[in-house]
């Protein structure tokens, strides 16, 4: 059995951890946070969060020199299946980033109709009503 203790440990961590689409985009507007995008480059090219860095796993080694370490680093997947971003995550944490990694993902942003960027243009979708904060 786990002790009330320790669920409550588990709770906050994750609170201290994960963001949400909302927190994110708030973050990423008042330059607090760089969102970087963790999928390969074929899953960027179709459509990506509008001002985020593109850093592939495969990346990570050759850039981590260049990545801030002034501001937050919100880490990004495809979606919840999806656990590219916390590998990512892992090892930024380990270098002394500060990280978040957001919760849904890629998808969640969309469906809350925040801007991403395609084609080199950005654009806005409706809102899903099931996962829109307003």
């Known amino acids: 059995m786990v002790s009330q203790s320790d669920l409550l440990a588990f709770v906050e961590a994750k609170l201290a951890y994960e963001i949400d689409v909302v927190a994110a985009a708030e973050a990423q507007a008042a330059g607090a946070a760089v969102i970087v995008d963790t999928r390969r480059q074929s899953s960027w090219d179709q459509g990506h969060i509008a001002g985020a860095l593109h850093l592939p796993n495969d990346a990570l080694d050759d850039r981590l020199a260049d990545l801030p370490s002034d501001r937050a680093l919100i880490v990004y997947g495809w979606g ?7 590998h990512t995550a892992r090892r930024l944490l380990a ?40």
């Open 80 to 86: 919840p299946g999806c656990n590219g971003a916390t």
């Open 95 to 134: 270098e002394g980033f500060e990280v978040r990694e957001l919760i849904g993902g890629y998808e969640y942003w969309v469906r809350n109709g925040f801007p991403v960027e395609r084609g080199g243009r950005v654009e806005k979708g409706d809102p899903d009503v099931l996962v829109t904060h307003g």
